[in-house]
Nanobody
Framework: QVQLAESGGGLVQAGGSLRLSCAAS????????MGWYRQAPGKQRELVAAITRDGTTNYADSVTGRFTISTDNSNAKNTVYLQMNSLKPEDTAVYYCNAQKFSSTYWGQGTQVTVSS
């Protein structure tokens, strides 16, 4: 099993920045991809950004150039970050951390990000 714990959400004005963190624990070996998804009210959950074990990244078109995903595996931190800049009201959503390991998918509990206009 893999446990994911997110932090860093909150309320920010449009144009501002936030950094989300997701600490992975448990059976974390062989995790192949970690990523961030978001779900706004009345909408489906969508991929925001993902990063593979070799560092390859993938971003949704709507966040490219504004968001950056990164990892820190030093000193057993096993943490994935999402740096969000130039935030827009349409970025308002619950953001979920995701980890994929073999055929299993794991989710964090979610953290609310609210961007005011």
């Amino acid at each position: 099993q893999v446990q994911l714990a997110e932090s860093g959400g909150g309320l920010v004005q449009a144009g501002g920045s936030l950094r989300l963190s997701c600490a992975a624990s448990g059976s974390i070996f062989s995790i192949t991809v970690m990523g961030w998804y978001r779900q706004a009210p009345g909408k489906q959950r969508e991929l925001v950004a993902a990063i593979t074990r070799d560092g390859t990244t993938n971003y949704a078109d709507s966040v490219t150039g504004r968001f950056t995903i990164s990892t820190d595996n030093s000193n057993a931190k096993n943490t994935v970050y999402l740096q969000m800049n130039s935030l827009k009201p349409e970025d308002t959503a619950v953001y979920y951390c995701n980890a994929q390991k073999f055929s299993s998918t794991y989710w964090g509990q979610g953290t609310q990000v609210t961007v005011s206009s």
